[in-house]
């Protein structure tokens, strides 16, 4: 990430990096479309105009690219095409939305053509390799944007994803890949491949560029409304998440490399204090030969059938084989295969009453071109093991590097959880050192929220914190009241403080701010127990916020401890020996 807090010049600054790096990494098959020196020095020079004149741009001196089936307003799209299939007027608001608060699109990416593969090699503008090993496949169908992303040409790259194309590439090249929830991003300027499993995708270098990319995205509206009940963290119902591991029985298609790396990476979730339960994942991975084995290509061959067989033998070959005889399924073969879909989907959702999250590898191994080469097909269904089936079963997922992942030996594992625990995942990675940083705390990606104030027994460590904890409530961090507030120890099992209002001789009270997702907060104010009450506080910073006060009875001949300023500061409540 170049910056967050740029400063005057950030955005032509990042735009030298970009040709810098462009000219350094020297691989043109990365891209189908480039803007010239020219264009992006101009773009630059009226962003850092913008900001120089008070303009709030927050990704002023962010540069991003984007995958050639996602419209950018003025430059060709191909979706890999031989042709060019138009030249918008309007970016896709994925795109317009990374614009609008002050991005640079450096130019389109290469991918499987029409989106069609899991490898990257399928495409008439070049065979990109993967960034470390010129002799392994990129990932596909988004191998542009993912490598822009390792190489260090961009902070931020969009792809889409359908069967893993937002992950893929991602473990192949060392970086992280966001694959939301279907819905939660616009797919609006978005050249269709399968569009009932079609999302927009997110390829960052870390998690925290990518959860900003994300929520600028998202942020400005979604498509399919955030549910009241979904998580702004990982939802944690006992003593630590709960995170959901592959039987070895359902890891036999790895190679020995990747299964290693997969084993390492499960070993520090659990020595990171998670709870690891090994499940029968066989129904999802049994599920997933749905999306090319079946009638649901007939989505593709609807979507792109007719321009594809237009194309003749200028076609991809192997996109061809695998779309074209699509359109030969009968109404009755794609509702057989729908309902074998619903059954799944249905007796799926038991998994997330025990888990908070699988954890799976992303691919079961890296492919080299000369395997690809020989077997394209059959490569391809084996990169897409465990990915096909997340969007089939409308999961969210997110892709990390694996324990062990380096640049030049890249394995990938991905976290994997139901539709709309994308923030809970950024979390669990967090929790469980499977990354560094989720980014802002204010990163809602358009989630609603309520905020409260806690003060003594629902903070972090406290006895009472699990009853937060469980609503998937985010904490936003430390805060203090103004200088009006009084505190007092009620006589509570757990012990538990009492804040009141009193401007006359009031001090400074510290608590901590959470975000409750909005039902969770309706369960968790439905059980607060009396003499508790929430009121608004004043904040030091002059904002207002829920929070915890207490009934005026329950002070009478409580013990004021308004001095210490801080609950954690307060004494435990002396013990008396009755034998004294």
Not at 109 to 137: C, I, K
Not at 508 to 516: C, K, M, N, T
Request: aromatic share 6%; charged share 20%; net charge negative.
């Amino acid at each position: 990430m170049t910056t967050t807090t740029p400063t005057t010049g950030a955005a032509t600054a990042a735009v030298e990096h970009a040709l810098t790096r462009l000219a350094e990494v020297d691989q043109p098959e990365i891209w189908i479309t480039l803007r010239t020196e020219v264009e992006l020095r101009e773009l630059a020079a009226g962003i850092d105009g913008r900001r120089a004149a008070g303009e709030d741009l927050p990704l002023a001196g962010w540069t991003v690219a984007v995958k050639d089936n996602i419209d950018v307003a003025g430059l060709p799209t191909t979706a890999a095409s031989p042709e060019v299939l138009h030249t918008p007027d309007v970016s896709a608001p994925t795109v317009a939305r990374l614009e609008a608060a002050g991005a640079v699109v450096v130019g389109k990416t290469n991918l499987d053509q029409f989106a069609t593969g899991l490898v990257g090699a399928r495409s008439p503008y070049g065979v990109p390799h993967a960034a470390g090993d010129a002799t392994r496949v990129s990932g596909g169908s988004s191998a542009g944007s993912g490598l822009a992303v390792a190489h260090g040409i961009v902070d931020v790259a969009l792809g889409t994803d359908t069967a893993g194309s937002g992950r893929v590439p991602a473990a192949f090249n060392h970086v992280v890949g966001i694959k939301p929830t279907l819905g939660v991003f616009p797919v609006d300027g978005v050249v269709p491949a399968s569009p009932s499993y079609d999302t927009v995708s997110v390829f960052a270098a870390d998690l925290a560029t990518a959860v900003v990319a994300a929520d600028v995205i998202a942020a400005a509206g979604s498509p399919r409304p955030w549910p009241a009940d979904a998580p702004l963290a990982a939802r944690v119902t006992g003593a630590a998440p709960r995170v959901g591991v592959a039987r070895p029985q359902d890891l036999t298609p790895m190679s020995p490399a990747w299964r290693a790396a997969y084993d390492d990476t499960v070993a520090a979730v659990r020595a990171s204090g998670a709870e690891v339960v090994e499940l029968d994942v066989s129904p999802l991975v049994d599920v997933a030969v749905l999306l090319y084995g079946g009638a649901l290509l007939a989505e593709r061959a609807q979507a792109f059938g007719d321009r594809l067989a237009d194309l003749g033998d200028r076609a991809d070959p192997t996109v061809a084989r695998i779309v074209l005889p699509a359109r030969e399924f009968a109404a009755v073969d794609l509702v057989r295969d729908q309902q074998a879909l619903v059954a799944v989907r249905a007796s799926s959702e038991a998994l997330w009453d025990s888990v908070d999250a699988l954890l799976l590898p992303t691919a079961p191994g890296h492919p080299t071109l000369a395997e690809l080469a020989a077997d394209p097909v059959g490569v391809n269904a084996w990169v897409g093991t465990y990915t096909n089936f997340v969007n089939l079963l409308d999961l969210s997922a997110l892709a990390v590097p694996a324990v062990g992942s380096t640049r030049d030996a890249p394995v990938g594992v991905s976290l994997i959880g139901p539709a709309f625990a994308d923030l809970a995942l950024a979390d669990l990675a967090v929790r469980t050192g499977l990354a560094d940083d989720t980014g802002p705390t204010e990163a809602f990606w358009g989630a609603g929220h309520v905020d409260l104030v806690v003060f003594g027994a629902h903070r972090t460590g406290q006895p009472l914190h699990h009853e937060v904890a469980r609503t998937g409530a985010r904490l936003l961090g430390t805060v203090s009241t103004a200088p009006v507030y009084r505190m007092a120890r009620l006589a509570t099992t757990p012990p538990k403080p009492g804040v009141w209002r009193s401007d006359a001789d009031g001090a400074s009270i510290v608590g901590e701010r959470w975000a409750f997702p909005r039902a969770g907060f309706a369960d968790f104010v439905s059980g607060l127990a009396a003499p508790m009450a929430i009121g608004v506080v004043e904040l030091a910073d002059g904002s207002s916020v829920l929070g915890f006060l207490c009934e005026p009875r329950a002070l009478d001949g409580a013990e004021d401890v308004t001095g210490h300023g801080d609950w954690l500061a307060v004494p435990p409540t002396p013990v008396i020996d009755s034998h004294s």
